[in-house]
């Protein structure tokens, strides 16, 4: 092989390499996610003829069989691979034959994989080896699983901005799911291509801030190197500041700057960077709220949200609740080595009483928790959190009729399942549960923590 051909095989990712037999005796791959796709763990993957992982790759189709019978090499050679568990991809490769003197000991085969999307089985295994593995995400709007009319709502009103450039603030409870949401916008944009940056701003000290979103020139007299922002990184593409209200008010200023006038100074230098990049931002609280205690700029407020998206509790889409848990039961069948079927329906019941503070996430917490108990195929009762299965025993003594109760007691059973009832009906939102039963939110509070109603 002279230097020439050497210097083409550098348009390969993988490498195999297997004995005279065709038993694979070395590999070196790009991505393991090619392992995973195949079914195989890397240790599965060695000392097994090479043409036991597909479906319908035979001895006489075989690159490297091919080349250990003849000799002869192969070049940039084109075939549709369908593996043994169903995935198809394209592979292009090119092998050569091992010699030893004028004996064929071996074959060894560069080769690079492309996953085409009419070649795909499930969108969501290729959104979670990162889309094109080059723009910093891993979900797209199909990871929004829902069958709610709310739902349908924010993914066609995902669909409509993402055609556009403008500015969009998310309003979601935590576990809404903010951050699928700003990755779906970007994936569906013209800026797919292109990096999507995320940063937390409630993580960040203050004091920092600034030389990680705007970057620094190189100090001569410090020798501080050149450090480029995230703002900067995030050029052609898409920053997403989620918790954006937990930027310090003066900072907030210096955020409306730089989206005023598309460009950015890095610490310490003299010239400006011009910026093209959509800003995606996110809060967890009430925008309008904050923007009346001063914790977010009004003008910045409207700078950010040109499109407004607000994400709903998961109290408030119901009807998704069995959508979403049989799709994290299908995803936890797959990255926890296990095989769930199915989920008792007084599982699911529960699941549909249950408040969701913690939203969807809340809800994916609860079923790798379910994982991690479950003896069985079926997940029962007794294998998801202990809170959230007496919250539905909790539920069964306030409606069940007792004897020999005094009026104190039977008047707070009565206040307490008022008080369920309402949270139910308003999805857990404290001040409008209140305003409902016609207390202060600070009463309410008190007596949550009265009948243990956390």
């Not at 189709?61 to 050679?77: A, H, I, P, Q």
């Not at 709502?153 to 949401?181: A, C, F, P, R």
């Amino acid at each position: 092989m002279n230097f020439s051909e050497l210097y083409h095989l550098s348009d390969y990712d993988n490498v195999l390499i297997v004995d005279a037999n065709g038993i694979t005796i070395f590999f070196d791959l790009a991505d393991l996610n090619i392992l995973q796709q195949l079914g195989l763990k890397p240790e599965e993957f060695l000392r097994k003829h090479v043409t036991s992982f597909y479906q319908d790759l035979s001895i006489e189709d075989s690159t490297l069989m091919r080349v250990l019978k003849t000799g002869e090499s192969l070049w940039n050679m084109e075939q549709k691979l369908t593996s043994t568990n169903g995935f198809s991809y394209i592979s292009k490769s090119s092998s050569f034959p091992i010699k030893k003197g004028d004996t064929i000991i071996g074959a060894i085969e560069f080769s690079k994989h492309y996953y085409q999307k009419q070649d795909m089985q499930k969108l969501e295994k290729f959104a979670e080896n990162k889309i094109y593995r080059k723009n910093n995400t891993i979900y797209t709007i199909d990871n929004l699983v829902s069958e709610s009319k709310v739902m349908q709502e924010v993914k066609n009103k995902i669909q409509k901005v993402s055609n556009t450039d403008s500015n969009v603030l998310i309003y979601g409870k935590t576990g809404t799911g903010k951050e699928i949401v700003a990755q779906a916008i970007h994936n569906l944009s013209i800026r797919y291509t292109q990096p999507f940056i995320s940063i937390n701003c409630a993580e960040i000290d203050t004091n920092l801030l600034e030389h990680i979103l705007f970057g620094t020139e190189k100090d001569k007299v410090t020798a501080t190197p050149d450090i480029i922002g995230l703002l900067e990184k995030a050029n052609g593409g898409t920053i997403f500041l989620d918790e954006v209200n937990a930027l310090d008010i003066k900072f907030q200023a210096k955020l409306l700057k730089v989206i005023e006038d598309n460009t950015i100074r890095r610490l310490g230098s003299k010239y400006d960077v011009h910026l093209n990049i959509r800003v995606i931002a996110a809060t967890n609280e009430n925008p309008d709220q904050l923007v009346e205690k001063k914790m977010l700029r009004e003008d910045l407020y409207y700078r950010l949200s040109v499109f407004r998206l607000d994400l709903p509790l998961l109290t408030e889409r119901k009807e998704d609740i069995e959508a979403l848990t049989n799709y994290f039961i299908q995803f936890y069948n797959r990255h926890m080595q296990m095989k769930v079927e199915e989920m008792d329906v007084d599982v699911l019941n529960t699941f549909k009483d249950y408040l969701w503070p913690g939203n969807v996430r809340e809800l994916k917490n609860a079923i790798e928790t379910a994982y991690n108990n479950v003896n069985t195929k079926i997940i029962s009762l007794n294998d998801i959190p202990s809170n959230i299965k007496n919250y539905s025993s909790k539920l069964l003594i306030i409606n069940k009729p007792e004897n020999n109760i005094n009026l104190k007691d039977k008047v707070e059973e009565y206040e307490k399942s008022l008080i369920v009832l309402e949270l139910r009906n308003t999805g857990g939102k404290l001040a409008e549960s209140a305003r409902r039963l016609g207390i202060s939110k600070q009463l309410l509070k008190y007596k949550m923590e009265k009948y243990e109603l956390r």
